[in-house]
């Protein structure tokens, strides 16, 4: 089982018909089950990880990961994204 890869997460949800869903480009953290159970942020310093984030997130068909917006709260404090769970 792979424990990680790219991943875009749903961080907010679109408002109205003129905006779009938002996502966060992250390394997605796996467990045994291939369930998620973290994130952080995508840190992309050379050519092989942006080819490989661009493999890893065309798998996704142009669909953000609900998996964390579902199960907690993205708020931004001090120009820093924060994700807070529901506690599941």
Sequence with gaps: MVGWHYSLILVKKAQSESEEDEGLLVELYLDD?????????????SFKDLELASQDVALQQGVLNPWFY???????????????SKGE
Excluded at 33 to 45: D, S, Y
Excluded at 70 to 84: A, I, M, S
């Design 33 to 45: 089950a291939g369930e998620p159970w973290g994130f952080t942020k995508a840190n992309l310093i």
């Design 70 to 84: 579902e199960r907690g709260v993205f708020t931004w404090e001090n120009g820093v994204l924060e994700y807070t």
